[in-house]
């Protein structure tokens, strides 16, 4: 037995031809933002070589440490032909992203941490060790160590440490 489908069809032809500046507007709607930052590389302040005053780690200031792969980033832009779109993105990944023009420092300043932060000595210290075995950080230095390091004053923050209740990816208790 044969039945007529009752069935809507899925699209049905327009009557009027496309309306082409629509079209124009969907496309140009539709193309990422370019990135847009000022290019603060003009107002960096070079410092001299760091000499002989960190013998043991002559690489401090090549030790960039970036969760993102610049080489993959630029390949991908280029494979794209998008590299013109983000000119300062590359640079900044392999060599960091600057905050902007910052007043010149002429003594270092040493923020203090809260009191609550000796309550969380142990934790702070099993953090600082873990990222200083992995790499991820170098020191602790001495502010006159630090100042030959950068070659001049320093301004620190204090530390903050957040409490959690909940693990890693559970949701906050009430």
Do not use: W
Not at 12 to 22: F, I, K, Q, V, Y
Not at 29 to 38: D, H, K
Not at 95 to 118: E, T
Not at 121 to 129: F, K, M, R
């Amino acid at each position: 037995m044969y039945a007529l489908s009752v069935g809507i069809k899925g699209t049905t032809p327009s009557c009027l031809p496309a309306d082409l500046n629509l079209l124009r507007a969907f496309i140009e709607a539709s193309i990422p933002p370019r990135l847009c930052y000022t290019n603060f590389s003009a107002i960096v302040i070079h410092r001299s070589a760091l000499g002989k005053t960190l013998q043991d780690s002559p690489d401090i200031f090549d030790r960039i440490i970036c969760p993102y792969n610049a080489d993959v980033f630029e390949f991908f832009l280029v494979e794209h032909n998008l590299l013109d779109s983000y000119l300062q993105l590359i640079n900044n990944l392999r060599y960091s992203f600057l905050l902007g023009k910052m007043p010149a420092l002429s003594i270092s300043n040493i923020i203090n941490n809260a009191l609550y932060i000796n309550d969380h000595v142990d934790g702070i210290n099993t953090y600082l060790e873990e990222e200083v075995t992995a790499r991820q950080m170098l020191g602790p230095f001495f502010k006159t160590t630090t100042e030959k390091i950068l070659c001049g004053p320093l301004q620190s923050s204090p530390f903050v440490v957040s409490i959690q209740p909940q693990a890693p990816g559970e949701p906050k208790t009430k």
